[in-house]
């Protein structure tokens, strides 16, 4: 934040600590040895697509960043719902041993087999490798292969899966596929995914999978007969055939045809966040999880992440990026089931963006942050002279958020700047157009509507400087309303600020009713260290300068909901 005295501007946790692992039916003889041979299909991802993996949720995705092996490897993005399991069922022979292997990076992944054994690490910053043993039953013949993480743990990696065993049927083995499926028919539709269903297929032996073209493209494969593809393009039509697969990987016929054409778009990001400031190296920091408990808040956007020298990223220039005390408070925000956004910038120090000397040195100063906390979101402050109104820094951060969101598949990116009371002044304006030039894709423009340069009226100053910042961006997108509120964020300074402007938690309020009523994406404000009163105070690093709860601009943000 535009600050004199401050460095400014700004799970389901495990219930479960694991899978329990299931005894796998017994054997009358004694096991046959697996031999040492990959069974598994497409084990390192190489092919560039999923098959004949199957993800839960469309959560899984083939990234070429960061692999252990290869060119390519497995990432799934866990929500709030969905532990993002990938599954790939194969043929084996009764009553044999298998060693299942596989190389994985995140926060609690898994490794085991449907039924049977399991394995699992905790938050692993490089690849680390899971191994498991089990014996097929005496009549098994099939055996499913998952991966998966945890609820809002963020995004997963796996990569070069291996299943050594002998393989099944072999000698006479299953050679019958199994039958077309039947009634492929869209059940419904959005600007950028299509939702099917159709009849199961009949096989001698079971389906197993059901792989969804289109076209002549295989675009997901999942063990149901329904399916939603998502990631397409709005007014685009499509056409899409079903074929049904078994586990000896006999494959049937296709289904009929079915041609959809997706909604046209009002291209929101889904993206909703309430995440107030929280500084650890100045400002007498709170305990961030009493903060959580009093409150609801889930997020906070963590500043601030500066150069260390070399372009080589830590906390406020001098505090270790992992195993310090930011890590320290990130991982006691998530065990009490929340998560951080860093915020890289900010008006004072060393920054990334103006010291890295070219745009892939700042991405992989970014990444590097991304895979040391597995982030869902990164927020870069842009202020002052040296990146917010240097045109080409400007343009150095854009094209670097741009690499990192196209390496992070899920990975959201904010912009944070200032503004006027009536909207974008020149450099933020540079910045929405270029943007949109360089194809950056941002997910939010935050605004922070503080420091004006004149008028008290909090409220509405807010409101119009944000209504100008939607326009901005429908003159320069081709958006309508609702696609320029779903990419826009409003932080702003409770109490106090440097020019005298009171926020309120009155005020707030307002300002937070509004943000819900329009459905933007992202309220935050700084910071939580001033939320606590001190009227009379003035502007002071560690209370608000005005009469107010403990903890109450906290609160009132937990009720943004977008």
Not at 173 to 182: I, L, M, S, V
Not at 536 to 555: A, D, H, K, R
Request: net charge neutral.
């Amino acid at each position: 934040m535009r600050t004199s005295f401050l460095v400014r501007s700004r799970r389901r946790l495990l219930a479960l600590l694991g899978t329990v692992a299931l005894a796998v039916a017994g054997a009358v003889a004694l096991p046959g040895t697996a031999q040492a041979a990959n069974i598994l299909t497409n084990p390192g991802f190489e092919s560039g697509s999923l098959s004949p993996w199957s993800c839960t949720g469309n959560l899984g995705s083939v990234v070429s960043s960061p692999v252990h092996g290869g060119s390519k490897a497995l990432a799934g993005a866990p929500s709030s719902s969905d532990n993002a399991q990938c599954t790939q069922t194969v043929a084996v022979q009764p009553n044999t041993a298998y060693t299942l292997s596989g190389w994985v990076r995140g926060s609690y992944v898994y490794l085991g087999v449907d039924g049977g054994a399991s394995t699992w690490t905790t938050s692993p910053s490089a690849y680390s490798q899971l191994t498991v043993s089990f014996t097929t039953g005496a009549a098994q013949t099939s055996a499913k292969i998952y991966v998966h993480g945890w609820y809002a743990q963020g995004t997963y990696y796996a990569d070069d899966i291996s299943l050594d065993g002998p393989g099944g049927g072999g000698g006479g083995g299953d050679t019958q596929a199994p039958t077309a499926p039947t009634n492929l028919t869209s059940t419904g539709k959005t600007s950028s995914s299509v939702s099917l269903s159709w009849s199961a297929s009949t096989d001698n032996t079971g389906v197993t999978a059901y792989d969804v073209y289109s076209g002549s493209n295989q675009v997901l494969s999942v063990s149901g007969t329904s399916a939603t593809v998502g990631g397409l393009a709005a007014s685009t039509s499509y056409t899409f055939t079903v074929k049904a697969r078994d586990a000896a990987g006999n494959t049937s016929a296709a289904s009929n045809a079915v041609s959809v054409t997706t909604s046209a778009g009002s291209g929101g990001t889904g993206f909703k966040q309430a995440a107030p400031y929280l500084y650890l190296g100045w400002g007498d920091p709170p305990s961030a999880t009493s903060v959580m408990s009093s409150t609801g808040i889930k997020w906070f956007t963590m500043a601030f992440m500066l150069d260390s020298g070399g372009c080589n990223p830590a906390w406020d220039s001098s505090r270790p990026l992992a195993g310090g005390t930011d890590q320290t408070v990130i991982n006691q925000i998530r065990s009490a089931g929340g998560d951080v956004v860093p915020s890289f910038g900010g008006w004072q120090g060393s920054k990334l963006g103006a010291n890295c000397s070219s745009a892939s040195a700042l991405a992989g100063a970014l990444q590097k942050v991304i895979d040391a906390y597995s982030l869902k979101a990164i927020d870069m402050d842009i202020e002052n002279t040296d990146e917010f109104e240097n045109e080409a820094v400007q343009a150095k951060i854009l094209t670097a958020l741009k690499t990192v969101k196209a390496n992070n598949p899920g990975l959201k990116t904010i912009v944070t700047f200032g503004t006027s009371t009536t909207g974008p002044t020149y450099y933020g304006n540079r910045l929405i157009e270029q943007a949109n030039s360089l194809g950056a894709n941002i997910d939010v423009f935050t605004i922070m509507p503080f420091d004006f340069g004149g008028g008290s009226d909090m409220y509405g100053n807010t409101v119009n400087a944000t209504e100008g910042l939607k326009a901005k961006l429908k003159s320069t997108f081709g958006w309508d309303d609702a696609t320029a509120y779903a990419h826009i964020g409003i932080s702003g300074m409770n109490g106090l600020s440097d020019q005298q402007e009171n926020t309120t938690p009155a005020i707030w309020t307002s300002i937070r009713d509004w943000a819900n009523s329009h459905h933007i994406a992202r309220l935050a404000y700084w910071a939580v260290n001033r939320d606590r009163p001190c009227a009379g105070g003035g502007v002071v690093s560690n209370c608000s300068g005005i009469s107010q709860n403990n903890w109450q601009f906290t609160s009132i943000t937990a009720g943004f909901t977008g």
